[in-house]
């Protein structure tokens, strides 16, 4: 059975950092895209970041490039999300996908999801 558990999240000011991490079983690891997509109270889920199986490409929303950074390492099976100089608008929760079939940032062509980590960030 695949499962995508996400850890990490929490309260933090804007500014500060949080780091998420999803480590993930039950599937080879290696062979799948990553991505992290977040969904704010009343707003759709939207993409944030992704990778492909290497980690050498990656994708981000205009709304986090240059805040966000996405990495993964395929000998723990994890896949992180390094959020820098957070804004109240980042606050959602986050989560972490796999995708076997392409490298996207539509939420439809991913094949496993985690449960979700919250990310609340104060002004």
């Known amino acids: 059975q695949v499962q995508l558990v996400e850890s990490g999240g929490g309260l933090v000011q804007a500014g500060g950092s949080l780091r998420l991490s999803c480590a993930a079983s039950g599937l080879i690891f290696s062979i799948y895209n990553m991505g992290w997509f977040r969904q704010a109270p009343g707003k759709e889920r939207e993409f944030v970041a992704a990778l492909s199986q290497t980690g050498a490409r990656t994708l981000y929303a205009d709304s986090v490039k240059g805040r966000f950074t996405i990495s993964r390492d395929n000998a723990k099976n994890t896949v992180s999300l390094q959020m820098n100089k957070l804004k109240p608008d980042d606050t959602a929760v986050y989560y972490c996908?796999?995708?076997?079939?392409?490298?996207?940032?539509?939420?439809?062509?991913?094949?496993?999801w985690g449960r979700g980590a919250q990310v609340t960030v104060s002004s």
């Open positions: 996908a796999a995708d076997k079939g392409r490298y996207a940032s539509e939420a439809a062509n991913y094949d496993h």
